[in-house]
């Protein structure tokens, strides 16, 4: 395993000394969980923003978190152009015609070149085959083109439904939510609305309010229908026709209505819903990296989504339980005019909201921009983590160290800003000042070669050749026509064994009536599809045939593991199907609420005979006792269980949703357990570190000490020679055993040296050991953690006998 893969550490590049323009061995490893402070990435067209940026969502990917990307430019695309074999021909589709004809090469010798480029750039990074295959395999990668079908469509009427949050609890976010929603809306259309003045826009948002508390959803069909005919009375202290008028409101309803009717707004209405838990996993709990192309559309389209997907987050946010571990990513790829200082566009509360409540569930937001004077660094201020690259302007420098000032104070710190500033105006390419509050003081690095072919912004063309096996994959069947016989085409006059008058039965014999599913006219219409020809009867006729309606309901109690819930069960068995034995697990199940059930059958209808098995309360009896004895033998509350974690699903809670918790739950356990280890390593090494520091300390004293001796052993020994040739007369014995002295302190002064070195070494192979060891200890805790997510059995909850009830 290569050095950079750490649990929970993204690989982002090499430490880098601006002066020495060099690169250091200390490789950057920026702990994910930071994330979950947010980050700002601003830098100017040339800076290698978008290659950091690229860098950090592959380690995401590879890491497991799943991310949501808004990508205005369509760079994000190339995040699909991941090809583990580097071999030319997978390249030569996505060159660059253009970039190969300025190079003078054949599009297929540019591919060559590419691959060639790509092939050196990682292996001078240290990353080969297998890491961009491990790349493209942890993490689904998909590509959404709202209002355009070139990728995958999507639909936004899930953003009109009432979210799943109670008005109770909820409500200062429900009416945000709306505000948000009513203002993109009326953006769409083309009118600006203040929603505490705008008549349009505080009309619309008690209609919304009005549906979402009763839990209903709403469609633009709706909505409009509801601006005509207003669900609501009183709008503050006036009646809705004194605030807004019927002629007035129809103008309002037509802007909407110019909206539904245009041919291009059909695009907008299919597809998949904007559902976040979806876009964030697969069905089977992969984690998916979801990018939203949004290069096509209007400024007002591009500000209508943008606001709708993130109310979707915000409510989705919101429901996760808290952590301290990376959960998912939002990423931003261009913020400009999205959360500008001053104006206030419908998308910026809630990018507002998840900067300052996202934290708390593990939800990061990453947002970037080349024009960072239209930032709101006041906003920012929670924004913990700062990657600064080349800027264009002296003004853009100014307002960035005002946002890392704002920023710094928050989290209690202080910066020097004039060496910052010094730092910022020498930034090249692909250079970047990385600010982290986590962190003890700035970094200057180098980013890391991307493993994605970074050959920029792709055509919706090439979209939809990326997305083409992804859509077929997506694409429904095409429906059946099914036909319900709830309603037959009658006869002139009643058929043998019906009669005109309802069955008379025991007055211990429940009788109730289903309900119509369809109209007279409807259901002639589908049997006409099931015959395939045309029928036109010249009367229809109602007919309720006779069955057993069966109603159960089964109690699932356990204790150990907190389990208390119930299932209703209703079944329907036909007449014919009563002999020899009830077959319970052939029958129908009931399509309806008992709610629905009716007392009294429609009028002008024809009766079928009940029979003699259903008619009587002994004999029904009799059914209901085997009906209990089926349920009590047959039904289970089948919950998933990892018997590592001891975490078991919540009754109702889809496999998805329990592989995405334990996920989560292993994230997490990972993250405290490597804690731990670190915690338990890093005091050895501190101090092993030291000792080291000091031994350095004593060599460098030892080295010094050796030169001084050996200065004095030459000059004593010069003096020996001299006074040997007769100069110094009587001082020769003297000067040879002085002589003697100082080559016995020169010796020892050299041992020093040795002793030193030889501690030095031994210190950093003890180090260098201990780390190995903590490295191969996470790993296993690693490995480990990951068996535990794989582990999902099913355990059965049964009923006790009392816990059954049966109605006939």
């Known amino acids: ?95 660059n015609v253009d970039d190969a004809r300025r190079k003078g090469m054949s599009v297929g010798e540019y591919a060559q070149y590419i691959a ?13 085959h297998d890491r961009i295959r491990m790349l493209k395999e942890s993490a689904d990668f998909r590509i959404y083109t709202p209002g355009s079908d070139a ?3 999507v639909s936004i009427l899930a953003s009109l439904a009432a979210p799943a949050l109670r008005w109770d609890k909820e409500q200062e976010l429900l009416r945000e939510q709306i505000q948000g929603t009513v203002s993109a809306l009326l953006g769409l259309a083309g009118i600006e609305a203040d929603p505490l003045q705008s008549r349009e826009h505080i009309l619309l948002s008690h209609i919304f309010e009005h549906f979402w508390r009763q839990s209903q959803d709403l469609d633009l069909t709706g909505l409009i229908s509801a601006i005509q005919s207003p669900p609501v009375r009183k709008v503050g202290v006036f009646d809705v026709d004194t605030f807004f008028p019927e002629k007035e409101r129809f103008g309002l309803a037509m802007s909407l209505n110019n909206i539904v009717a ?108 080349q024009n960072p004077v239209d930032l709101d660094y006041k906003g920012l201020t929670n924004a913990g983590t700062w990657f600064i690259g080349k800027l264009q302007t002296e003004r853009d420098k100014m307002r960035v160290l005002e946002g890392l000032e704002s920023a710094s104070a928050e989290a209690g710190g202080a910066l020097d800003r004039r060496e910052l500033d010094r730092t910022i105006s020498a930034l090249r390419s692909r250079i970047f000042l990385l600010h982290n509050v986590h962190e003890d003081h700035p970094v200057i690095f180098h980013t890391r070669w991307a493993m994605s072919y970074l050959r920029g912004p792709l055509t919706r063309t090439q979209v939809r050749e990326l997305m083409a096996e992804t859509q077929a994959e997506a694409a429904p069947d095409a429906p059946r026509p099914t036909v319900r016989r709830d309603v037959e085409a009658a006869v002139p006059r009643a058929p043998d064994g019906y009669t005109g008058a309802a069955p008379s039965l025991s007055p211990d014999v429940s009788q109730v009536f289903l309900p119509l599913r369809v109209t007279r006219k409807r259901a002639v219409s589908q049997v006409a599809k099931e015959l395939g020809k045309s029928v036109k009867p010249t009367e229809t006729t109602l007919i309720y045939e006779p069955s057993l309606l069966a109603l159960g309901s089964v109690d699932f109690v356990d204790r150990k593991h907190k389990v208390d819930d119930s299932k209703d ?19 129908d199940p009931l ?51 990892n018997p590592t974690l001891k975490l078991y699903s919540e009754p109702g809670e889809l496999e998805k949703e329990f592989k995405i918790r334990v996920q989560q739950a292993v994230r997490e356990g990972r993250d405290a357990e490597v804690d731990k280890l670190r915690d338990k390593y890093q005091k050895k090494l501190d101090r092993l570190e030291t000792r080291l520091a000091r031994e350095e300390r004593e060599l460098t004293e030892d080295r010094a000490q050796y030169g001084a001796r050996k200065r004095e052993e030459l000059l004593s020994a ?21 002589a003697a002295r100082k080559r016995r302190l ?30 191969e200890e996470a790993e296993a805790i690693a490995d480990r953690w990951a068996d535990a997510a794989e582990e999902i059995e099913t355990y059965a909850v049964k009923p006790r006998r009392r816990d059954v009830q049966v109605e006939l």
């Not at 790509?118 to 080969?128: A, E, H, S």
């Open 1 to 95: 395993m290569q050095p950079f893969e750490k649990l929970g550490a993204f690989y982002l590049g090499q430490e880098y000394d601006l002066a020495k323009a060099k690169r250091l061995d200390r490789l950057i490893m920026y702990d994910a969980r930071d994330l979950t402070t947010h980050a700002v990435c601003v830098g100017m067209t040339g800076s290698g923003k978008t290659g950091l940026c690229v860098d950090l969502l592959e380690e995401a990917a590879i890491d497991s978190v799943p991310a949501i990307m808004i990508d205005p430019k369509g760079d994000l695309t190339n995040l699909l152009l991941t090809f583990p074999e580097l071999r030319p021909e997978d390249f030569e589709p996505w060159v």
């Open 116 to 128: 060639d480029t790509w092939r050196k750039g990682l292996d001078d990074w240290g990353q080969g």
């Open 718 to 738: 010069g003096e020996t020679v001299v006074a040997m040739l007769g100069v110094f007369g009587r001082r020769t014995s003297r000067g040879l055993s002085t």
């Open 262 to 369: 245009a041919p291009s707004f059909e695009t907008w209405l299919q597809g998949e819903p904007l559902d976040v838990s979806n876009l964030l996993y697969t069905p089977d709990g992969k984690p998916r990296h979801s990018i939203f192309y949004i290069a096509h559309l209007s400024d007002a389209e591009r500000m209508f989504f943008v606001t709708l997907l993130l109310e979707q987050i915000v409510t989705w946010v919101r429901q996760q339980s808290g952590t301290t571990s990376l959960r998912a990513l939002l990423y931003f790829d261009e913020v400009f005019g999205f959360f500008p200082p001053v104006a206030e566009p419908p998308s910026k509360r809630p990018l507002l909201t998840l900067l300052k409540q996202a934290r708390a569930f593990g939800f990061g937001v990453v947002l970037t921009t």
């Open 746 to 775: 020169t010796t020892k002064a050299r041992a020093d040296i040795v002793e030193s070195e030889e501690e030095i070494e031994r210190l950093e192979a003890e180090i260098e050991e201990m780390r190995l060891e903590m490295k």
């Open 569 to 587: 069960v209703g079944l329907l068995i036909q007449p014919g199907d009563l002999r020899p034995a009830v077959s319970w697990e052939d029958a």
């Open 151 to 153: 990728g995958l469509p």
């Open 591 to 641: 399509e309806l609420d008992v709610e629905d059930l009716q007392e009294e059958s429609e009028p002008e209808a024809l009766f079928g005979a009940v029979p003699s098995e259903l008619s009587t309360a002994s004999k029904l009896k009799a059914l209901a006792k085997e009906f209990g004895n089926y349920l009590y033998d047959e039904e289970r509350l089948n919950l998933y269980h």
